[in-house]
């Protein structure tokens, strides 16, 4: 397979992947993370800190969204990659289900977002997001 054709099939994953966590959908994002994945999150407004977790957290973490979220939306503006590297920008809409600060339960939140994402043998096993909320 050569290189063009392995990024289109990253990005078909990376498509997979967000629509499974619009669904909050545990199982089809497993499905899609190697077991060793470690997931770096870049400081960000929610996280000043960032944050680093490996799978069994990045799953738990999505169980607990479905108490924090009515839905959510990720809408991918562009995807460029190189072999196993797949850079994508994307903006984020999340329907708030409960108070959190100022806003209130229905309030949506938007990021503009980039994610790296690399890749072996079909699964990701680095991620690296970098969130602008």
Known sequence: MDSTDLVSLHVRKIRELFEALERFDRD?????????????????????????????????????SKTILRSQKYDMKNAVG?????????????????????????????GNCAVSLEFCDGLIVRQRNYDCF
């Open 28 to 64: 089809a994002v497993a499905a899609l993370y190697a077991e060793d994945v470690e997931q770096v999150e870049m400081p960000n407004r929610l996280k000043p800190e960032g944050d680093r977790r490996g799978r069994a957290q990045m799953l738990s973490d999505l169980e607990r």
């Open 82 to 110: 190189a072999g196993s590297l797949v850079m994508v920008e994307y903006e984020w809409t999340g329907v708030l289900a409960i108070s959190m600060g100022p806003r209130a339960p229905g309030d949506t939140l938007r």
